[in-house]
């Protein structure tokens, strides 16, 4: 077998070395999702899941059997997950639901009345299964911006379709609880978490600002207050403001997380607020302390970075969504304000400027599924919407008229990883702030990653690798200040690729800087590979080969590496520049989920996808302050 090909002052092993790990680390790996709808949504309703409520959710997380809402086969996760968040939108919260089953305890006859205008009939479960419910879902989506770059909450064209439902709620009360039930009955502290949460959606003229919102604490505070939604504020400001005062008067600690950036129209990591204004340092300190975390990866595609953005990096294109959430189909049009690496970048400059990084927040993955089920595994994936679970019917479309994103367009993915001290509300939720978290697009990828400058080679390999990361540097999420000796930052990492899944490709470190007169920068490394491969005069490493049988499909792992461990030193540091760090590390090509479906159609590949990805690890940056 042969040895990795180490770079001057790397240390890697060899694919089939084998470490004696430390029986007791620090800190433990756990797997979650943070972002996940059940039938208690109005659009997952409204998309054919009547059935799978929180406790389905649940049950599918620790890995029991549970009936699929639209096809009614018996499903089941692949491998178990250690935490679950359910995060039902905020708006219409149970309302769908309530009125289908004859349960809804509303005020007047706002929704009825809409709803006799549309289709001419009272009976939504009619409507649905006529397959109205999606227009229901159309008629409640905005329609673009009448003056694009503006304000979109004060554009005259953004009018918020759930305020034809009328007065809701009692009836979301009434769900908040039973979610809340739902949430305490299936937490095990130490051996399954349920953390409970919420979605507040805001798509002002089409505009994805959507954040969820989750709390450590129980349902005695949970259920002193009902969640906060678009309905009453579009602006993050007025969010933020909320979880302020409900945490003063109920004791209630809040994290909100952005997600799904890659379709904000320019708005989510813009270099202005919401309302157009300059961003200051107590705008910048309160948006990084209610959001310490970024969700990178999901369901409606991955948000890390955009070949326009980031032409130099090979690994740019993966998992591109371009489609926006309303009425009518419109271009999509590339942002920075849109993808996290460019934020990350642009948050270094708005400090240097303010002096307060607002983008200075962690990454993890998580589904966004609307089935109640989290399936982020290629061949057990069952759709965003419970439509999609089956072949033959994911090219339905469900958002935009006329140009339309179907099932084949949805990524299987992602999944939230955390190093925690236990698997508890508490641990997670302090994991969370101080950002001890990475994202996978579904494989169980495990990452360590330190930053310090006094490590030795031989580090390394230490069984004890987390002991020493932990003592002689700091782990993602972390902060690094110059020292006296402007010695170079260096990132001691180990990446071990999931026992169930595909070997690894290549571990890379993906840095950004501002130079002291203001450029933004961005770089790829490679550090460590597979094989016998090496890197070109411009650092640049060749394809690692594809075992995809695109026939069956299948894969081989008769390429790639069991894991990567390593000593990287920055070779471009700057004492001077702000900078962050993080590892993204690579599979080697697997089949798509979209494969499978061409297979057993017998269809060949569908047209909305490749045969083939490469799925990938993104852990949380590591900053570098002057």
Known sequence: ????????GILLVSISAIFCYAEEEPTQLLWGDTHLHTSYSFDAFLNQNQSADPDTAYRWAKGLPVIHPYNRTRVQIGTPLDFLVVSDHAELMGVIRAINNDTAELSDEGFFNNLKRWYGSYKLLDAIENETGREIFRNILPVPPENPGGDPVADPANKLGIGLFGDTLQTETTAWSEIVDAAERHNQPGKFTSLIGWEW???????????????????????????????????PEDLWAWL????????????????????????????????????????????????????ITQIKGDSETHPELSPDD?????????????????????????????????????EQEVGVNPYKFGLIGSTDAHTGLSSAEENNFWGKMAKDSTPETKRGGFISKGKNSNGWYMAAQGLAAVWADENTREAIYAAFKRKETYATTGPRISIRVFAGRDFDIADAQAGNFAEIGYTKGVPMGGDLARDESNNPVQLLVRA????????????????GWVTTDGQQKEKVFNVAWSGDRQLDAAG????????????????????????????WTDPEFDANHRAFYYVRVLQIPTPRHSQFDGVALQTGTPEEAPATIQERAYTSPIWYTP
């Open 1 to 8: 077998m042969s040895l990795l090909r180490p770079l001057p």
């Open 201 to 235: 959606s805001s798509i002002p003229t089409g505009a994805n600002l959507h954040r969820v919102v989750l709390t450590p604490d129980g349902g005695d505070k949970a259920k002193q207050f009902l969640p906060f939604g678009s309905d009453q504020s579009q602006y």
């Open 244 to 295: 302020e005062e409900t945490q003063k008067t109920t004791g209630t600690r809040f994290i909100a997380i952005p997600h799904n950036s890659n379709i904000s129209k320019g708005y989510m990591f813009a270099q202005t607020t919401l309302k157009g204004q300059p961003i200051t340092a107590e705008y910048a300190r309160q948006r990084i302390r209610w959001e310490p975390l970024v969700e």
């Open 314 to 350: 090979a690994f740019a294109d993966f998992e591109e969504y371009p489609f926006y959430i309303q009425q009518t189909w419109t271009p999509y049009k590339v942002d920075a304000a849109d993808y996290v690496r460019s934020a990350l970048i642009r948050g270094l400059s708005i």
């Open 496 to 511: 071990v690729k999931d026992p169930k899944e595909a070997n690894l490709d290549r571990l890379q470190v993906v840095k």
């Open 540 to 567: 640049a490493l060749a394809a690692v080969g594809n075992t995809v049988d695109e026939s069956i499909p299948s894969y081989q792992n008769t390429i790639g590496a069991a894991e990567f461990s390593t000593l």
